[in-house]
């Protein structure tokens, strides 16, 4: 069974400040990782994703990811953060199988940026 | 490029009773995954359908059953209404080949009464 653990539940930061999001994972095989990011009374928007290759990845909006196997992490960071980053954001895992490729969530980071 | 929709986009009900949510996916995709978001949690996988079939199941009882259309589209639906089953029912689609990515619609917004 695979699980995932965001370390922390809320995340205050001033605009204009670097913020980190903590992930970490747990599996017995090869993961694909997602990052998701949920507006108030929204859906899930795809953030970025590793998949393989590259174990840091980018996203259009200035967030980065790097996949860490030996640490089974895949934190996410943003150099300096805007009003409009406030949001909740969910890391999430799958496995590929025959049978599916699931996602497994954790429970979220709530970002609030501050002016 | 039309994304994954959802209907209704809010639904009151009272318990014992029962509820049928919809989904279309992703123009293209031919998988469709449902999850259950309660609130301040994460989502919590309830089942994937491809080919017309149940391929995955997550842990929620029988009283969650589900269908998919020849259109690929998909339909959630729940028996017994517990209070505990109100949250943001949210649904996914993918490509069975391809990459390995899931694109979510906005969600329905059950709540039971």
């Known amino acids: 069974a695979q699980s995932v653990t965001q370390l922390d539940s809320q995340v205050p930061v001033f605009e204009e400040a670097p913020v980190e999001l903590r992930c970490n994972y747990s599996s017995s095989v090869s993961v694909y990782l997602f990052w998701y990011v949920q507006y108030p009374n929204q859906g899930l928007q795809l953030l970025l994703k590793y998949l393989s290759g590259s174990t840091l990845v980018e996203s259009i909006n200035g967030f980065e990811a790097e996949f860490n196997k030996s640490q089974t992490s895949f934190h996410l960071r943003k150099p300096s953060v805007h009003i409009s980053d406030t949001a909740e954001y969910f890391c999430?895992?799958?496995?590929?199988?025959?049978?599916?490729?699931?996602?497994?969530f954790g429970g979220g980071t709530r970002v609030l940026v501050k002016p | 490029d039309a994304g994954v929709t959802q209907s209704p986009t809010h639904l009151i009900k009272t318990r014992g009773q029962q509820v049928t949510l919809r989904c279309s996916p992703k123009?293209?995709?031919?998988?469709v995954s449902w999850y259950q978001q309660a609130l301040g949690q994460g989502p919590q996988f309830i089942f994937q359908?491809?080919?017309?079939?149940?391929?995955q199941r997550g842990n929620f009882p029988d009283r969650f059953s589900g269908h998919q259309f020849p259109n690929y589209s998909s339909e959630l639906n729940v028996n017994a209404l517990l209070l505990g089953d109100s949250a943001l029912y949210l649904c996914?689609?993918?490509?069975?080949?391809?990459?390995?990515?899931?694109?979510f619609g906005p969600g329905t917004r059950l709540l039971v009464l």
């Open positions: 999430a895992v799958s496995e590929w199988k025959a049978a599916g490729n699931k996602l497994t």
């Open positions: 996914a689609s993918s490509l069975e080949t391809g990459e390995e990515t899931q694109y």
């Open positions: 123009s293209g995709h031919d998988t």
């Open positions: 359908y491809y080919e017309e079939e149940e391929r």
